[in-house]
Structure formats: structure tokens, C-alpha cells
């Protein structure tokens, strides 16, 4: 089982950036960024697979991008034009799989939650 440290939340107003960093213990075929609002499900907002492919949920395309620091064994999430609907829980996770799920209940690997608060 692979242990994911997340990290990098925090309260921003509307239109400014935050950077979000997983620390993972191992390497892993399928990673992703969720978030979960109060009162809704958890949500896939990126995913990166084999290390090369990237799938963005519509409502973050062209303002958030996923990315991977092999020196520094993270997976990071740039969050730019932040906007108060974006404000949830964010979570990342990994599965090994031989395509990235939408779903989450096929992830294995769950970091801990960070908050990211928009305000308008």
C-alpha cells in the first residue's frame, strides 16, 4: 500500500493561484487529484497516466494542470483563475490499473485531505 502526504491548501480570493503537492512513497501507473464540496460527491479532477497522459475534469481545463516531480517523488496540481465554486477538499490518490478510473472507489491509495478555500 502506498502512503500519500498532501499538502500545499489554503484560503485565496478569486482569480489567484495555489499549488497542491502529494509526497508518495512509491511509484504507481495511475495517479489523480480529487475534491469533495460539502453535501457532494468526491470528484476526479485530474489524473496523470503512465506518467505522460493527463485527463482534466471540464470544469478546471485550461486553469488547473497535473504534473509529476520524479526527483522529488510528488505529484502536483497547479490551480490557477481559482474560483469560489472551486472551493472543497482536495484529496490525491493512486491506483494500479491499466487505465486511470473516473470513479474513485477504484483507487487503493488515499492521501489525506487539504482544504482549498476560494473567496469571492
Known amino acids: 500500500q502506498m502512503k500519500l502526504v498532501a499538502s500545499g491548501g489554503g484560503s485565496v480570493q478569486a482569480g489567484e493561484s495555489l499549488r497542491l503537492s502529494c509526497t508518495a512513497s512509491?511509484?504507481?501507473?495511475?495517479a489523480g487529484w480529487f475534491r469533495q464540496r460539502p453535501g457532494q460527491e468526491r470528484e476526479r479532477v485530474a489524473a496523470l497516466e503512465n506518467d505522460t497522459s493527463t485527463t482534466y475534469a471540464d470544469s478546471v481545463k485550461g486553469r488547473f494542470t497535473i504534473s509529476q516531480d520524479s526527483a522529488k517523488n510528488t505529484l502536483d496540481l497547479q490551480m490557477n483563475r481559482l474560483k469560489p465554486e472551486d472551493t472543497a477538499m482536495y484529496y490525491c490518490?493512486?491506483?494500479?490499473?491499466?487505465?486511470?478510473?473516473?470513479?474513485?472507489?477504484?483507487?487503493?491509495?488515499w492521501g489525506q485531505g487539504t482544504q482549498v478555500t476560494v473567496s469571492s
Open positions: 490518490a493512486a491506483v494500479v490499473s491499466p487505465s486511470c478510473p473516473r470513479e474513485p472507489q477504484y483507487y487503493n491509495d
Open positions: 512509491g511509484s504507481t501507473y495511475c
